[in-house]
């Protein structure tokens, strides 16, 4: 399994696995298939959020490793 850190991008991420996205929806980035947006780092997309980025790929990590 990938681990996920403040320089994944985000495409990769969904491409991994598509579950993920309600976590990028729940920090309000509702374009998920703008092209932009999934070149995104996490750290990137967080940073335009609002979100503090540690807190988003500890739990995307968490869901990855719970599947």
């Given at each position: 399994m990938?681990?996920?850190t403040k320089d994944t991008i985000i495409g990769d991420i969904l491409d991994?696995?598509?579950t993920t996205a309600p976590f990028f929806l729940q920090m309000g980035?509702?374009?998920l298939g703008c092209p932009a947006s999934r070149g995104e780092t996490?750290?990137?997309a967080c940073m335009v959020h609002g979100v503090e980025w540690?807190?988003?790929?500890d739990a995307l990590?968490?869901?990855m490793t719970d599947k």
């Open positions: 990938a681990v996920i991994m696995d598509g980035m509702h374009c996490v750290e990137q540690e807190e988003l790929v990590n968490e869901h």
